[in-house]
């Protein structure tokens, strides 16, 4: 059965790759929505819609299992999508407990009641859709007593990832890292919020200066989704991957082998 993994673009291609690393005999189908993004300044609704129709997508494809690479969808979409969509013989997983587990110090599926945590400063990176549900805040509020949680939405910085504008994200990047410093001047930690972030994590490393870590979710994804698998396996798989995308083919390949440096080419959806 090959996993299927879904970001709006190229964001989610940071999970796939350290997935895909993690586990190297699993099968995968990614699939770009290019046409509709960026998602990120989207209202809720509409990115439910466009969610279910991709995640769709990829059942047809013959994924059982499909993972929400993308932050605004798991933080707008998902819980409606597991609660009253997901039929009872697939699953659909998003892509931030991971990333809040590893902050919190727990874990995979550890509830016990919030307590106190090493980090108490952080700021949180992400789209303005991620941002306005503040689910990043909700699900630390379940876990952790006492962390000040400072949220920078980060408008247009999707926009130039896929566009392959490098020198736009950056000056972006600075910006927002800048509007952060005023709201929240010492952050301990930083989360990237957006899979498409960690492609300009120099950028935000370096703005926010090298005493403060800097964390994504790419690995804790891929070690989550391993342990996942572990425990529902499947050993037929023969380490393949497809990219399928809305947008255009060629443009979406370019843009993807430059970020990724290395050669991934898409086929229409
Ligand atoms: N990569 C996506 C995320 O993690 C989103 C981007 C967008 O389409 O705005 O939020």
Known sequence: MAVGIFDSGLGGLTIWSAVQARLPDQDFVYLADSANAPYGVRDADAIYALTVNATQRLFDAGCDLVVLACNTASAAALRRMQEGWVPSDKRVLGVFVPLIE??????????SPPREVAVNHVALFATPATVATR???RELSFRAIGMDVEAQACGGVVDAIEEGDLILAQALVRSHVDALKRKMPHPQTAILGCTHYPLMHEAFQEALGAD?????????????LADYLCRHPDKTGGGTAAFLTTGDPKRVSDRATQFLRREISFQAA
Do not use: I, M, P
């Open 102 to 111: 590893a902050l919190t110090e727990r874990q995979w599926g550890d509830n």
């Open 135 to 137: 689910a990043f805040q």
């Open 212 to 224: 403060v870590k800097v964390l994504s979710q790419a690995d804790l994804v891929a070690e989550s």
